[in-house]
């Protein structure tokens, strides 16, 4: 259950502790990459706090069945970091790796700072629902000596026919994934991550991201991407009854490796749109390629954001009024024998390229416990006929087995790299 305290503006963050946690079963919006805000805990309106005071105290804890960053609200800033080990860094400076970095994100995630934090980025700030999750990318394995850990699971991504990957931006032995509602806390922990690994492994890949800030409307909404439009409304939801068990990991009986238990896969995707060509369609148009409104997100079969599409439904002229090829048909569960994974994505905007195009779009993490069963036969479908594909390119993809969360004394990782 999460839960908020709340401190008087100018608190040190040193003094700052919460004991606020994030749990997606209560803390999750209907949009993956929503503009959901962890609500404050009802207070009399006398004591009702300032606008936004809630924000940097809200605290998400770092030991628990899953790593934070998964059903976690999604944040205001983030970080996608991909890392390989060095010539020489096995097993043992790996697991003296995670060691390090799990300490410092029990740290930073509770608003303490690290002992690596020389620079003061984050001073006077509250942990503003920082997280920070770590994975494990295929090669991982085989530059570790732990082959026979390997989950069937992380077997390649197939190609797909609308693929333009930059190979140096793709994949990676370890990734860190970062998100807060504060810039400056987000970066700090990016910072101190990347400073920790010296002599163990190398930056391969970064990739930063934002969504709307909490507060920023009058109630907790489901965001809108690049494109302006509404963006998630069809995430599977906790309080579903399957979906623990489309997300993560069970302790037995997956075909998983036991050490992934609890845990899920993550696919990481750097979707560039081009919205110069997005934005010279008429709204209707737009509207046609998604299926729904770009008013409030409702289908165009009626309703409102969270009415189910009646992909049934025909127009007067007896044509669906859910294209066949529109997005929302074509990523449906029940097109897609039931295939679901949790979307909580950022958006990015990396400059402009030579033709004066925004090099911006969306930086895809999609969450499932088995990514065969869920983003794969989805992509499939849309490689084979998206009308959303013509105003989108897949630049970059990644796979990783983001493990379980660890109980008390324990690092992220301990059971494949100790076990």
Not at 156 to 166: E, H, K, N, T, V
Not at 373 to 392: E, M, Y
């Amino acid at each position: 259950m999460t839960q908020h305290d709340h401190e008087p503006h100018g608190v040190s963050r040193r003094r700052l502790i919460s004991t606020v946690g994030a749990a997606g079963a209560t803390g999750l919006a209907v949009g993956a990459t929503s503009g959901a805000v962890v609500q404050a805990t009802a207070q009399s309106a006398a004591q009702a706090p300032a606008p936004l005071a809630s924000v940097g105290s809200t605290r998400v804890p770092f030991h628990g069945t899953h790593q934070a960053g998964i059903t976690t609200p999604v944040q205001a800033f983030g970080h996608l970091v991909a890392f390989d080990l060095l010539a020489g860094s096995g097993r043992k400076e790996a697991a003296a790796l995670l060691r390090r970095w799990s300490k410092t994100a029990e740290l930073l995630m509770a608003g303490k700072p690290s002992p690596d934090e020389p620079t003061g980025i984050a001073l006077d700030a509250g942990p503003s629902s920082l997280t920070i999750t770590f994975g494990f990318g295929r090669t991982f394995f085989s530059r570790t000596g732990l082959e026979k850990q390997l989950p069937t699971q992380l077997a390649p991504l197939p190609d797909f026919s609308g693929d333009a990957l930059d190979k140096a931006l793709s994949n990676g032995d370890l990734w860190v994934q970062i998100g807060s509602d504060d810039g400056l806390v987000s970066f700090n922990a990016l910072r101190v991550i990347q400073r920790q690994a010296a002599g163990t492994a190398r930056l391969r890949w970064q990739m930063n991201g934002f969504n709307r800030t909490p507060g920023a409307t009058k109630r907790p909404k489901t965001t809108r991407n690049l494109m302006g439009q509404v963006d998630g409304t069809n995430n599977p939801k906790p309080a579903e009854a399957d979906f623990q068990q489309r997300i993560f990991v069970p302790k037995s009986g997956s075909g998983s490796a036991s050490w992934m238990a609890d845990g899920s896969y993550a696919v990481v995707r750097r979707i560039r749109m081009l919205l110069d060509a997005w934005d010279k369609e008429s709204q209707a148009r737009q509207e046609k390629v998604i299926g729904r409104r770009k008013s409030d997100g409702a289908p165009l079969t009626g309703g409102s954001e969270s009415t189910e599409p009646d992909l049934e439904k025909r127009g007067p002229d007896g044509s669906p009024v859910i294209a066949a090829d529109a997005h929302v048909r074509v990523t449906a569960p029940e097109t897609n024998g039931g295939a679901a994974m949790l979307r909580r994505p950022f958006s990015y905007h990396d400059g402009f390229l030579e033709d004066g195009a925004p090099d911006a779009g969306l930086l895809f993490v999609a969450w499932q416990a088995d990514p065969l069963r869920g983003f794969v036969p989805v992509q499939r479908k849309l490689d084979r006929g998206d009308a959303l594909s013509r105003f989108i390119r897949h630049e970059s993809s990644a796979l990783f087995a983001v493990p379980g969360g660890p109980s008390k004394g324990e690092y992220v990782g301990q059971g494949l790299l100790e076990g």
